[in-house]
């Protein structure tokens, strides 16, 4: 069973990975984003993303573990 993308709005056109991993709680705290992203657990439309100020657009994936959510 596959859990259910989330779409989560963001008010301008990009928003940084690191912002929209709390944004989304992917993540309980900001601490979190840099060990998750230098590890390579964040994907980004399917690709491992080691940078957490890569700027995402609406339609991207993140994936975080099990969890998953889409920029709306």
Do not use: Y
């Amino acid at each position: 069973m596959t859990n259910p993308v989330r779409i989560v709005e963001i008010r301008e056109d990009t928003i940084r990975l690191g912002q929209f991993l709390k944004l989304a709680d992917l993540v309980e705290q900001g601490s979190d984003v840099r060990p998750l992203v230098q590890d390579g657990q964040v994907q980004v439309n399917g690709e491992v993303e080691t940078r957490r100020g890569r700027q995402l657009r609406k339609g991207d994936v993140v994936q975080v573990g099990g969890l998953t959510a889409q920029v709306g």
